[in-house]
């Protein structure tokens, strides 16, 4: 019994690159519909994403997205002013300052997650179970792929906010969206 043809690596490369303007039309203006309903941006939205995901510095949020610190600032700022984030000094380090998400920027968070998330689950259910088993394995080898691109960089981070990448659904899947979505910090 023969083994079917190995499919080839770099149609594979091309054909997921060719998904990636479509992603990023389909997320920036998803997301920009649920920020305009609630008066942000979607920079600040994805800020607001990397903090509920774990970003509890303004550092850990410019490590996150590849950027100085300096870049995440002016975004922090607005949002602070917003009332949908503050800072409190670390306790463990006066130098160092916490973030934290009110209650309202909490709730930005869950409705741009659900706006994204129920979109995409309402097309899914019309996939057949075989059809979502076998994109829950690509998704897997994707998610492999990635990471494993993600930890040979040594590039030094952006210098400003034009330059920067973006979040994913843990921090590594926020940063994805956003740079499939083109969108600027």
Known sequence: MESPERP??????RQTLALLPSLRQWVAGRVQEAGACEGVSLRQVAALRGIQEGASSPGELAR????????ITGILD???RRRLVHREPDPADRRR???ALTSE???IGRHVDHLLTGA????????????LAELQ???????????ALGCGETAQPPGSSEDMPYWDEEPA?????LAASGERL
């Open 97 to 99: 300052q916490r973030l």
């Open 78 to 80: 607005r949002l602070e």
């Open 173 to 177: 899947e926020l940063t994805a969206i």
């Open 8 to 13: 080839d690596p770099q149609a594979c490369a």
């Open 137 to 147: 394995r690509s998704l897997r080898v994707l998610d492999r792929v990635f990471r």
């Open 120 to 131: 995409l689950a309402e097309q899914f259910a019309t996939c057949s179970p075989e059809e």
């Open 105 to 107: 920027g909490e709730q």
């Open 64 to 71: 996150l997205w590849r950027v100085t610190p300096a870049v």
